[in-house]
């Protein structure tokens, strides 16, 4: 906004802690937070609401801010007919579920910049995505979509309030959907057939462009190929491989980026997120555990290594993303103009032999410059060449490392540096099981102290999780998939390090989600808890998209729960969650990846291990790298105890009435609450596991 003499002056958004809301602090528009204060407004003014929602590292968001948020002219017929209100989605997605259903209602897609037209109560009743300055590409300029709407809003209020009960309507469906069936083993291999049927056979993935890496649904297959469903891990090793080979991989810095524009992986919308790193440094990490191959060990490694390095904040939790623009331009930080890359892999024949190992030409492989990428091996080049591949392959490991440091000298996208509960869930769980399956203590270690931010930082005296935290700030209250993903964090803490305080926060963190969330009438989870605003819809977000809906991540740690507690009710919810979404999962596998995966830990067989010996001895260790390291066993719970932890015992009830065999670490594996006789010797365990 400007001041009398023509300096820009903030609006309301300037006391905001989210960096998407900030980024806007300074625009013409008379902006508002979501809140009270803009919706009375709208009602005292008779104004309907303009609900624009985005995220600190969305490219077009950035577009639509220069071109049309920033502009005088376009801020004041906002100002003029509008009460303007700003949403970053990653701090309240239960507002951009609402109107991302809307979006898709009337227009068929959606994506982010999101834009919502509604009555002053939030009713949507028109919505769209990206609109330009001008009429452009078929989308009309944003300035007539104003205008137009607020002469309809003037002219034809019965009309549009009519169009809003009946976009509500449909939005409102999928908070209500019915249990038609008792989900089993059956979907499981329908989804499987629907996913070999959409599977790309020469890039890996499933579709065109753009393209997704969708850990979720990769992850399902993993499970599939452990179920003997032929074909599954041939699909899943194809796509690992051609995305760790692809531009969506910083072959740099390591790391994925957001998704690829094209089919081949090769060139990616660049901003790096933070629920992306998590999901697929875990993803790598079991397909070494299933495969033994080491090139997977080394993409899950990079790809924590990123993380460390440039998403943990000093506290301990981690930022939520990088932007995929630096200096005004999407990309710049990671491209190469061939000449420089050349330089500084080495320079002559050997630097442009380097280049050509990471797919760059000197006319540029992306729009002028250089995304690197590894579409042919190391080995072929060297033959085409006339070069040794193996000394081929160290200069590029050598000239990797000189690029790494001279792009660290370029200016950085930025960060956006809240901390989000859930999100931190994914990375606190990716670090706990990977340290702990390549016996890596820093990967652990970083995991704990993530652990102990979030639940100190993000909980307020009431105990209440909140959703984010930024600069000692805590948001509004959290949702279910940041109760759940941090109860799942939290049990995965326990299975690594044995400490009985994390089963306890995860049990806490469950209760609170049944207490909170479940939907008692109509089964699964409300993203909202009980004691949350009251939007125009209670939404349930049961489909699994970036990150695993908070039904889902329900479903799947609640079915953990009960499987250490013996309690009927965290299954029966469990249960309840994965009925809701059967017939989903039935037809769009991809859209239920999660899910799917909760729903092969309820069909089972699941083991549930004890051990009983001194966690530090090393035949109580032996026994936990049976079950932990030397084999990924999705469907399976761990609690291990000293023979005189009484307080272990009483809090995990798997432990209870278990003891050492002859003063020898003792193992216990039982399968849904039947147990078999003990064992101390790993092979042994070994035999049971695989039984």
């Avoid at 033994?292 to 930022?319: C, I, K, M, N």
Wanted: proline content about 6%; overall charge negative.
């Amino acid at each position: 906004m400007m001041g009398a003499m023509g300096e820009r002056r903030p609006n309301r958004l300037i006391h905001e802690t989210s960096p998407y809301l900030l980024q806007h602090a300074y625009n013409p528009v008379d902006w508002y937070p979501w809140g009270e204060e803009a919706l009375e407004r709208a009602r005292r003014e008779d104004k309907p609401l303009l609900v624009s929602i985005g995220y600190a590292a969305c490219h077009w968001c950035h577009v639509m801010e220069r071109e049309s948020f920033e502009d005088p002219a376009t801020a004041a017929i906002m100002n003029e007919h509008f009460v303007c209100v700003k949403v970053d989605r990653e701090e309240r997605p239960d507002l951009d579920a609402i109107y991302m259903d809307a979006v898709q209602a009337m227009t068929g897609g959606g994506g982010w910049p999101l834009t919502a037209f509604c009555t002053p109560d939030g009713r949507p009743f028109y919505a769209g995505t990206y609109f330009p300055p001008e009429d452009r590409h078929g989308l009309p300029a944003f300035r007539k979509i104003l205008l137009a709407v607020a002469e309809a809003w003037r002219e034809r209020r019965d009309e549009v309030l009519a169009q809003g009960e009946r976009v509500l309507r449909v939005v409102g469906q999928g908070a209500r959907l019915a249990a038609r069936e008792e989900p089993g083993e059956e979907i499981l291999r329908e989804a499987f057939e629907l996913l070999r049927g959409a599977f790309d056979r020469r890039f890996g993935g499933f579709g065109g462009a753009p393209k997704f890496p969708q850990p979720m649904t990769l992850g399902f297959l993993l499970r599939c190929h452990l179920r003997g469903m032929p074909d599954a891990l041939e699909m899943l090793t194809q796509t690992l491989d051609r995305m760790a080979e692809g531009g969506i991989f910083d072959q740099v810095g390591g790391g994925f980026h957001r998704y690829a524009v094209d089919a081949a992986w090769h060139v990616p919308h660049f901003e790096k997120m933070l629920y992306d790193q998590a999901q697929l440094a875990r993803l790598y990490a079991r397909a070494w555990q299933v495969t033994g191959e080491a090139r997977y060990r080394r993409v899950a490694q990079r790809t924590l290594d990123h993380v460390l390095r440039e998403l943990r904040s000093p506290e301990g939790g981690f930022w939520s993303s990088l932007d995929a623009d630096s200096e005004g331009e999407e990309g710049r930080f990671y491209v190469w103009p061939y000449e420089e890359l050349v330089r500084v892999a080495g320079g002559g024949d050997l630097g442009r032999a380097v280049a050509a190992c990471l797919g760059a030409r000197p006319e540029g492989n992306w729009e002028g410059t250089n995304v690197l990428w590894r579409p042919v091996p190391v080995a072929a080049v060297a033959a085409e060449l006339g070069r040794d591949p193996e000394e081929l392959e160290r200069a590029v490991e050598e000239a990797i490392g000189r690029l790494f440091r001279a792009r660290e000298e370029r200016v950085r996208p930025a960060t956006d540096d809240k901390v989000l509960a859930g999100w931190n869930g994914l990375a606190i769980s990716a670090l706990a099981e990977a340290g702990r399956a390549f016996g890596e203590p820093r990967y652990v270690e970083a995991a704990v102290e993530a652990a102990r931010f979030v639940l100190a930082e993000l909980r307020g005296p009431d105990g209440r999780l909140a959703r984010a935290w930024r600069e000692g700030r805590r948001s509004g209250p959290g949702f279910a998939d940041d109760h759940a993903l941090l109860a799942e964090a939290c049990l995965v803490l326990y299975e690594t390090t044995f400490e009985l305080r994390w089963f306890e926060e995860a049990r806490r963190l469950a209760d609170e989600l049944l207490r909170l969330f479940h939907d008692e009438e109509g089964g699964g989870f409300f993203q909202t808890g009980a004691d949350q605003e009251r939007l125009v819809l209670r939404p349930k977000e049961l489909m699994d998209n970036a990150v695993p809906s908070g039904n889902s991540a329900a479903a799947d740690v609640l079915l953990r729960m009960a499987l250490l507690t013996g309690e009927e009710r965290y299954e029966r919810a469990a249960a309840g969650a994965l009925r809701a979404v059967a017939e989903g999962m039935r037809r769009a596998p991809t859209a239920f990846g999660h899910a799917l995966q909760a729903l092969d830990l309820w069909v089972g067989p699941a083991h549930e291990v004890a051990i009983v010996g001194d966690p530090a001895a090393p035949d109580t260790r032996a026994l936990v790298e049976e079950v932990t390291v030397r084999r990924f066993l999705p469907n399976r719970v761990l609690a291990v105890a000293a023979p005189g932890d009484q307080a272990a015992r009483r809090a995990v009830p798997l432990l209870a009435g278990r003891t050492t065999v002859d003063g020898r670490a003792a193992a216990y594996v039982c399968r849904r609450f039947v147990c078999e006789l003990p064992v101390t010797e790993p092979e042994a365990l070994a035999a049971r596991l695989s039984a």
